[in-house]
């Protein structure tokens, strides 16, 4: 079943163009938990795209959320994909009509369980076609690139094939959506990719997490030749867990990698390589020591200057704050920016403009409730005009069916967490057992809407929420350190 729904969301003093902000940082949402995973400048450097995941909207508890915005920081316009179940956004690119895909998962399919995800738009919104893939067991996809023949080629985990647990994943598509083929790549043990780009000798690039026998993890970055046979591994990090997050291939056809080391301190880190066209590598960078940060994304500039976003606890307005850093060529810090408020604040996507860049993600420090889109405008020099965040509140509808069956929801999935809860009823008591069935977690905690919160073990739990009438509900969740 298909669903999709959009309004027109009008500035409250000034259309498109009138009173333009060359940079502003803004904050949309509603009540539910709504955030931006990836964000991306259309063709014309006037309107960008901001894709995700939602609570606030939608037939199901997690649903795809889109929000296009004039480059000057007005909302034009905004778009709910979904079903009943629970849809995930990992990745979005821009197809040659200016429409959108989004690549994820969904657990529509109760038979499997989640399967990877991919759906298109047209220009204006309204969607075109939508297939998942997958096995028997879960699957999820989490990143999209384009491919020189106009196709698409995504990256993300699989436990439905492959050697065992979680496997890398990568699944080669064709402008309509159909699977050209798929690749598994991975060990007994859990493994998982990321990101993945073609590369300009036709193979391709991926990058993830490779996890060792005896229980520490590597970032993993893989070469594939065009035939999809192994050119090279290369492994980066510590004695701990490491994560590559986002491969680029640079100006000296090299590549680097940003994501996250518990390696080299108590705390989370910013990781930061680089590596040769022959996957050595050159150099190491772990930011953070004082206190956690993480990378998402990045990006490098013309004079090979490197940009990444995350979030860092180091400093800021308070909690975690949405972080931009820059570096240059020899990944030595430039500077470091934050956005943010009092609570928690992060940024998942990136992109740029002729004068200047973007940065989205979430708030939990602005807008209507839970956490809001997230989206930041900078100037060349990474910073913004004033520090005010706009605020605008999405009046989307929220579909209402007569006496549905009450549904329970958590994401994002698998994670280290925090994980979002959400019940389309109320619930009294959330608890927590492990695979052999005991109790590792509870809590009375009443709502419809939660944040666990509580360091689980790795593993596959069952999450169980008690509903006020007294019924209960159960899902399954996966809890896997990055």
């Not at 990058?207 to 290369?234: H, I």
């Not at 989370?268 to 020591?289: S, T």
């Amino acid at each position: 079943m298909r669903h999709r729904h959009s309004i027109i969301v009008f500035a409250l003093l000034a259309g498109p163009g009138l009173f333009a902000q060359v940079t502003w940082r803004r904050a949309h949402g509603a009540f539910g938990p709504d955030q931006g995973t990836r964000v991306l400048v259309l063709p014309g450097d006037t309107t960008l795209a901001v894709a995700g995941t939602t609570g606030s909207f939608g037939p199901g508890t997690g649903d795809a959320y889109v929000v296009m915005m004039h480059t000057d920081g007005d909302v034009l316009a905004s778009y709910v994909f979904g079903s009943p179940a629970v849809e995930q956004v990992g990745g979005m690119g821009i197809a040659a009509d200016g429409g959108l895909l989004l690549a994820g998962s969904t657990d529509r399919n109760a038979a499997t369980g989640y399967d990877g995800w991919l759906m298109r738009t047209d220009a204006d919104g309204v969607l075109q076609w939508e297939i998942t893939v997958g096995g028997t067991d879960w699957d999820f996809l989490e990143s999209l690139e384009p491919t020189a023949d106009g196709g698409w080629l995504a990256a993300g985990r699989t436990q439905s094939f492959g050697a065992g647990g979680m496997d890398g994943w990568l699944v080669r598509f064709d402008a309509n959506g159909d699977t050209v083929w798929t690749a598994v790549l991975g060990t007994p043990q859990e493994d998982r990719l990321t990101d993945a780009r073609e590369t300009s000798d036709g193979g391709l690039v991926a990058c993830g997490m490779r996890t060792t026998p005896d229980g520490d993890a590597d970032a993993w970055v893989v070469k594939l030749a065009a035939d999809r046979s192994v050119e090279w591994q290369s492994f980066v990090g510590g004695d701990s867990t490491d994560l590559a997050r986002d491969v680029i291939v640079t100006a000296d056809g090299g590549y680097s990698i940003v994501g996250t080391t518990r390696s080299y301190s108590p705390f989370v880190e910013h990781l930061h390589a680089k590596l040769d066209a022959n996957g050595a590598e050159q150099w190491r960078w772990n930011w953070g020591q004082v206190n956690d940060q993480e990378a998402y994304e990045h990006l490098q500039l013309a004079d090979g200057t490197y940009l990444a976003a995350g979030y860092t606890r180091t400093s800021g307005g308070g909690g975690s704050d949405m972080f931009l850093l820059s570096s240059d060529q020899g990944g030595y810090f430039t500077y470091g920016r934050t956005f943010g408020g009092v609570d928690d604040d992060e940024a998942f996507g990136l992109d740029t403009l002729p004068d200047g860049y973007l940065v989205a993600g979430r708030t939990r420090s602005y807008g209507a409730g839970n956490t809001d889109v997230f989206v930041v405008r900078t100037g060349l020099d990474g910073l913004t005009d004033q520090q005010t965040v706009e605020e605008t509140f999405d009046a989307l509808p929220v579909p209402v069916s007569p006496d549905p069956a009450p549904v329970l929801a958590v994401f994002p999935m698998p994670a280290e967490g925090p994980f979002t809860v959400q019940a389309s009823d109320v619930f009294v008591e959330l608890t927590v057992h492990d695979a052999a069935g005991r109790l590792i977690w509870a809590a009375p905690v009443r709502g419809r809407s939660a944040t666990l919160r509580e360091a689980l073990p790795i593993g596959a739990h069952v999450l169980t929420a008690r509903l006020a009438d007294g019924r209960v509900l159960h899902r399954s969740i996966i809890v896997q350190r990055p």
